[in-house]
């Protein structure tokens, strides 16, 4: 492409620019409508799966151990568990410790729950992390096997529902991600249109006098493309501006912890604006091939 038809083009759209100040308003006005629904929409989803992740990495494995065990026999059932595969770390909680928490957490200060118990009743317990929340079941499967293992508690079918509602919930997530996006591109394809429409008639001229169709189409993906970024930019400060003070004044909500990493939002305003001038692209070739055939 040579530098006069590049400075032509990006004359061209100033010119539809300045003539069409109304069209391009709404262009604008509903760009940025839609990409502050749709990041709206990706915060939520971003939030939601956060909170899930959390979810599901408290997931622990409780291993409690045969009373008779002597202390060389406890160590060498944490050593077992220590180099299982998928196993991310152990922590060994004493029949004593037990007891004591148990006293935290049930017994009232005045009252010795030891010295009512008499001898301790409680067993030694193994609490096992995994890397992969989604393998706890096999893990604990294999810590059972173990040699003076007695039993071990994951919350069996509890867990498994678990990961059933946050995969389903995921998956909502990114459908309804898709269906915002789809809706931005046919409403902002729409709002194009109308300005194409305007001009029909220059581009029916232009055709007739020999203009090939990427010809008449650059100065329009150059106005569709600046007007859907400046859409994008205003949405992203006002999204910027109302999930700043939420984060400021709530570190979550309804029980999610808020992402407030600022590499991640960083990166999120970014992709909505690259989106932002996807879309316009995309809403322009998808109004003007219909005026293109003559």
């Known amino acids: 492409m040579r530098p006069g038809s590049i400075i032509y083009f990006f004359r ?17 006005t509903t760009v940025a409508i839609c990409i502050l629904i749709f990041g709206f929409g990706v915060l939520f989803t971003l939030n939601a799966s956060n909170f899930m992740n959390h979810l599901e990495s408290d997931v622990q494995i409780r291993a409690f151990l045969d009373q008779e065990l002597t202390t060389s026999q406890v160590s060498d059932v944490g050593r077992k568990i220590e180099v299982m595969d ?19 957490e049930f017994g009232r ?15 030694h317990v193994y609490v096992v992390k995994v890397k992969n ?24 079918g509890t867990v498994e529902r678990l990961f059933q509602v946050t995969r389903w919930m995921r998956i909502i997530g990114i459908i309804f991600i898709v269906l915002l996006l789809i809706g931005a591109v ?16 220059e581009i029916y001229l232009m055709k007739l006098i020999g203009s090939t169709d990427w010809f008449v189409r650059w100065p329009f993906f150059i106005e569709g493309v600046l007007l859907s970024t400046i859409g994008a930019l205003i949405s992203i400060g006002v999204l910027a501006l109302a999930y700043g003070s939420l984060i400021g004044k709530a570190s979550n909500v309804f029980f999610i912890k ?37």
């Open 12 to 28: 061209e759209a100033g010119k539809s620019l300045n003539r069409n100040r109304l069209l391009s308003f709404a262009t604008v």
């Open 258 to 294: 808020l992402i407030t990493d600022p590499t991640i939002l960083s990166h999120l305003y970014l992709i909505l604006l690259g989106a932002g001038a996807a879309l316009g692209i995309i809403g322009t070739w998808i109004s003007l091939n219909r005026f293109l055939k003559v």
């Open 109 to 123: 200060r005045q009252y010795d729950l030891r010295a009512t118990l008499g001898k301790n009743p409680l067993p």
């Open 86 to 104: 998928g196993v991310k770390s152990h922590e060994f909680v004493s029949r004593d410790e037990a007891l004591q928490n148990l006293q935290k």
């Open 133 to 156: 929340p989604r393998e706890v079941s096999r893990i604990a499967n294999k810590i059972t096997q173990l040699p003076g293992v007695h039993k071990v508690n994951y919350g069996k």
């Open 186 to 201: 046919f409403l902002i394809a729409t709002t194009i249109r109308l300005a194409i429409f305007a001009r029909r008639r």
